[in-house]
């Protein structure tokens, strides 16, 4: 399965369009995770526990799109999107969103 942030793959046209495509994540941050990133933020330098959780909220959502268009029948992604938002009361929990057109290639 191709994934690609652009509209297009060079020399491969677009045969068919089989829809959007979305997948979602949201992972909640633990206290001790807060807790490290609260000691980061007033030392400086970069929170690793957070990146790593991130991460893995990102490439969930990634995965889970790219099922959701081999499904349908699809070969590729294109113009694909990633958004992040937080929820819940106070802001804990985050919320990984991908988007994209299915294709055929």
Avoid: W
């Avoid at 206290?31 to 909220?57: H, N, P, Q, T």
């Avoid at 889970?64 to 294109?78: F, S, T």
């Amino acid at each position: 399965m191709i994934l690609s942030t652009t509209g297009s793959v060079d020399g491969r046209p677009v045969r068919e369009y089989k829809g959007i495509v979305f997948g979602e994540t949201i992972i909640g941050a633990n206290i001790f995770k807060d807790f490290l990133a609260g000691i980061r933020d007033i030392i400086g330098g970069r929170s690793g526990a957070y990146e790593k959780v991130l991460m893995e909220a990102r490439e969930t959502s990634l995965r889970e799109m790219q099922e959701r268009a081999a499904q349908l029948g699809a070969n590729a992604v294109i113009g694909i999107k990633v958004d992040y938002e937080t929820l819940g009361a106070g802001n804990g929990m985050m919320m990984v969103v991908t988007s994209g057109t299915a294709v055929v290639l």
